[in-house]
């Protein structure tokens, strides 16, 4: 009896050393589990963080023992079975400084635009964008950043008016440093549907009027087949959803008209983007009825954006989710099951260790399902100092940058 007792004893104490799907297995500074569950592996994915992952080929004991057996049941409706590389197709972050000013209600204060461009008038001593860029592809490995610039800014006031010749000199210097590198570019109107208060198509301004700045847009930029055009930051509180599709609608119809007609172009849903309320509050709805002038879908994305902290505000220092089983697990059924694909354009984070481990989490979910998730894209670099709390802007020494901490751990490739 006494042996038997302590084989059970061993088994169980290897049993509670496991650590579950989606934890933490390793990682310099690690002491927690280093075995996983079953049907888990610990994959590493940096130098400061390992991570059990699910896997066809981590059998029915992980890298571990487990005193439970894994069962399949087929179920009535199927879901398309995910074929990912285990990597997604991009990462970035973005670059933020030009649409510095623009609040929530999309009224934007020029006067505090501060762009991440060096020369930029009249002190040039701004930061430097095209730098960071540079070694975020390099270094990080990154391919795909976010240029955030108001909608005042770019027409310089003048509601339906042109492109101000002086302003879009300035962002297109950014957007060039972009291209420059070989990455991808998102071009981002940063309004939150609105125009001084008034929200786009529904009782602001009209559809002609937002469609004017993007058919501008795409036809400065129609021979970039890197251009990404991202039509609208964080709508939110919109009050008819399927009348904002009809407004994508008509920009992703102006931009293909102008001549853009093969680059992506994000699609974004009502409710600050958020991933998890992206099928609940009709978005994924109303917005797959938007479609190519040809009537494909073809490089037309879903854009969602998801913060990590306790309100999923982007505002506190500390995490305390991952996000996977309530918004991008849900999320990625959905897309297989409509055959369609998603970019997280804004997550981030505090430099903390509780944000640490729960951003790698999930971006090693993206990543293990980059089937129907193109990327992610942090928030934020650019005109961003070490006093903002999701900073993520490199710091340069004299000779080279060093990433903050949540850049280096989770968001470098």
């Known amino acids: 009896m006494p042996s ?9 104490g290897s049993a509670l050393a496991q650590q579950s799907v989606w ?36 059998g029915g004991g992980g890298s571990g023992t487990t005193l439970t057996t894994r069962t399949t049941t087929a179920t009535a409706t199927a879901t398309p079975t995910p074929t990912s590389n285990g990597k997604t197709r991009f990462a970035g972050v973005n670059i933020a400084g030009f649409d510095f000013g623009c609040g929530t209600d999309g009224n934007c204060n020029t006067a505090k635009v501060w762009p991440p461009v060096k020369n930029y008038p009249p002190d040039y001593n701004h930061p430097d964008g095209a730098g960071q860029m540079q070694h975020f592809y ?3 490995h990154m391919n795909i950043f976010r240029l955030p610039v108001g909608w005042q ?5 003048n509601l339906g008016g042109s492109l101000d010749s002086t302003n879009i000199g300035y962002y297109d210097q950014l957007v060039q440093a972009c291209l420059a590198t070989g ?85 974004p849903g009502n409710g600050w983007q958020s991933a998890g309320t992206f099928i609940s509050d009709g978005s994924a709805a109303a ?11 073809t490089n037309l994305i879903f854009d969602v954006h998801k913060y990590l902290d306790s309100d999923n505000s982007g505002t506190h220092t500390e ?10 697990a849900p999320l990625a059924t959905w897309l297989r099951q409509n055959s369609r694909q998603a970019i997280l354009t804004e997550t981030g984070g505090g430099n903390t260790a509780s944000c640490q481990t729960y951003m790698c989490q999930q971006i090693a979910y993206l990543n293990q ?29 004299g000779n080279s940058f060093t990433d903050t901490a949540l850049v280096r751990s989770c968001l470098a490739r």
């Not at 390793?26 to 991570?51: D, F, L, M, R």
């Not at 990404?228 to 992703?252: C, K, L, R, S, Y």
């Not at 961003?384 to 993520?392: A, G, I, S, W």
């Open 4 to 12: 038997v007792v302590l084989s059970l004893a061993v088994l169980a």
């Open 23 to 58: 934890g933490q297995c390793g990682g310099i500074g690690w002491n927690g589990p280093t075995n996983c569950v079953g049907g888990s592996c610990c994959a590493t994915q940096n130098a400061y963080y390992a991570q059990c992952t699910p896997g066809a080929g981590c």
């Open 138 to 140: 390099k270094d990080d």
């Open 153 to 157: 800014y770019l027409v310089n006031n």
């Open 183 to 267: 990455a991808y570019c998102i071009l981002d109107i940063h309004n939150y549907a609105r125009w001084n208060g008034a929200i786009i198509g529904q009782g602001g301004p009209t559809n002609e009027q937002f469609v004017s700045v993007w058919r501008q847009l795409a036809s400065k930029y129609a021979s970039q087949s890197r251009i990404w055009f991202g039509i609208m930051n964080e709508p939110h509180d919109i009050p008819n959803i399927n009348t904002w599709a009809a407004t994508v609608q008509a920009v992703v119809t102006a931009i293909r008209n102008a001549g853009a007609t093969s680059q992506f172009i994000s699609l």
């Open 287 to 297: 917005l797959s009825t938007v479609k190519n002038p040809d009537g494909s879908t």
């Open 319 to 328: 995490c305390v989710k991952n996000n996977i089983d309530e918004a991008f």
């Open 369 to 397: 399902n980059s089937d129907v998730y193109l990327g992610y894209v942090g928030w934020a670099a650019g005109s961003f100092d070490n006093t903002y709390e999701l900073v993520e802007t490199p710091t340069w020494n």
